[in-house]
């Protein structure tokens, strides 16, 4: 969620150079944008975009949860049409998230899933460039907005980062449960990178005091861009899905989806030719070609027997439509995911 722009250091950016990267960049764009041109400056929400997007089952239809003001939902039966399922919160963002992240306009990067009878949603309250942050946490019985169960119970404040205070930046949660009942929640976004905690089941909160365990970062030197975790335990393995790279100016941005894999949950994860994720590994997945632009933050849905990977993406000839949502077939060879062309059509056909 930092966008792409040049160091300002004599080396290449680090994290601490995050916030002065985005004020350049911003006043490059409020530039380019008064010198007329054609494409927005920088993403935004349309009736058709959903940024970061997250997907469950439940009742035969596919919902999908999106940054935007309260979360954005839509829901499909095919993967393929997609219609309006209202929004998680009435406002823009929980009360309590508003208090710790005053300028917040939006709730971001949710994550859904269903455990022992109700569905999780983890999302993040920040804003751009800044790592003063929050991660909550909301709960449903369904996710069927007619069903007279249907009410979200918004349990706040998982955790959160601050400046001088942390080393992370605590957005892009992902909830991950091994089979042996242990609860983990992974995230981070540039600084340090990816982390992850243990959860207290019964809270789906961490317990005072759990340890920070780092799982993943670019290489010593390089822009620290990485962020959007997600995890999926295939064949005895675990693997960590990441996105690399920015996606500011869209035009040039750089986003695109890496994973890597362990053993454990808690790593170390490496990619398809050894190299530790912790140190700039990852493989590559899915990266940009035209018209799609920056693909990423991806989600993984198992439907129908078989996977398919949920992303974001710009398209080049409607960049004014934002990040939209875009679905790919994902098989996998020699123990490694990769993904096809984006659906053409509904996924049942």
Avoid at 47 to 76: H, K, N, Q
Avoid at 149 to 173: C, Q, T
């Amino acid at each position: 969620m930092i966008p792409r722009t040049r160091a300002l250091s004599l080396g290449p950016p680090t994290a601490h150079d995050v916030p002065v990267l985005l004020r350049t960049l911003t006043l490059a764009l409020a530039t380019a944008s008064a010198a007329g041109h054609a494409d927005p400056p920088a993403p935004i929400d349309s009736e058709v975009s959903l940024p970061d997007p997250t997907a469950a089952i439940d009742g035969g239809w596919i919902y999908a949860f999106g940054t935007g003001r309260g979360i954005v939902v839509r829901r499909s039966k095919n993967l393929y049409d997609w219609e309006d399922a209202g929004r998680v919160f009435n406002d823009a963002a929980p009360t309590w998230a508003k208090e710790a992240v005053p300028r917040a306009s939006g709730v971001w990067a949710p994550d859904i899933s269903f455990h022992d009878g109700l569905y999780y949603l983890y999302y993040s309250v920040s804003t751009l460039g800044s790592q003063r942050s929050v991660i909550g946490l909301a709960v449903n019985r369904t996710l069927d907005r007619t069903s007279p169960l249907y009410a979200w119970e918004d349990r706040g404040l998982v955790m959160g980062s601050a400046p001088k205070k942390n080393n992370f930046n605590a957005i892009d949660p992902a909830l991950v449960v091994e089979p042996d009942g242990q609860w983990w929640l992974f995230f981070g976004s540039w600084w340090t990178g990816i982390k992850a905690v243990r959860l207290d089941p019964k809270t789906g909160k961490p317990r005072p005091g759990a340890d920070i365990i780092p799982i993943a970062a670019r290489a010593p030197g390089d822009q620290p861009s990485i962020e959007a975790a997600y995890v999926i335990r295939r064949d005895g393995f675990w693997y960590l899905f990441v996105s690399w790279g920015t996606i500011l100016p869209p035009r040039e941005a750089t986003y695109e989806v890496r994973v890597g894999r362990s053993s454990k949950v808690d790593g170390p994860y490496a990619d398809a030719a050894g190299r530790p994720m912790l140190r700039g590994g990852g493989t590559r997945v899915l990266g940009s070609r035209a018209p799609w632009q920056a693909p990423g933050h991806n989600g993984v849905l198992h439907h129908r027997d078989r996977d398919w990977m949920i992303h974001h993406t710009f398209d080049l000839r409607d960049l004014r439509a934002g990040r939209i949502l875009q679905v790919r077939p994902m098989h996998w060879v020699d123990g490694w995911p990769s993904v096809g062309d984006p659906l053409t059509g509904p996924a049942d056909e």
